[in-house]
């Protein structure tokens, strides 16, 4: 049986897909930072394949095929395919004394927006603070119009 053409094909495909997977896909090159951080982006991987194929006999009504002897190989028709996707899924940051995953999900990004909610009411409450003259500025001005 290792004499099928779909044994061939098989073998080809198996080995594009070998030169495709590698550890570098999914955990990628590290990249630095100009202030001395280092981002590896993580990823997921996801493969798919395929392959098939058949004999092909010739129709009954055909004269020729009438004439050949069941012996011979009947011709092969096959295919194969693969597909990739890959995902980020995080970024591992390692830097200032400390190692950080960072997920690239919606929900962690809606978990960050949290967290960093009351900082940014702190931040907009002293905005109006400092453009909100105090109470004896208010004074000062009315009593400056007053004489005039």
Known sequence: MSDHPIDALMKTTMESL???????TIVGDAVEAPDGTIIIPIS???FGFAAGGGEI????????GAEQDSSQKMPFAGGSGAGV???????MVVGQGQIRLLPVTQSAM???IIDLTPKLIE???????KN???????N??????ADI
């Not at 931040?123 to 603070?129: A, G, M, S």
């Not at 909100?132 to 208010?138: A, D, G, I, M, R």
């Not at 000062?140 to 119009?145: E, G, K, P, W, Y």
């Open 123 to 129: 931040e907009i409450q002293n905005l109006f603070t």
């Open 140 to 145: 000062l001005i009315v009593n400056d119009n």
């Open 18 to 24: 070998k030169d495709m997977i590698d550890v570098n």
């Open 85 to 91: 996707s890959v995902q980020p899924v995080a970024f």
């Open 57 to 64: 006999s010739p129709p009954k009504n055909d004269k020729k």
């Open 44 to 46: 997921r991987v996801t």
């Open 132 to 138: 909100k003259p105090s109470k004896k500025t208010q």
């Open 110 to 112: 809606l978990e960050r």
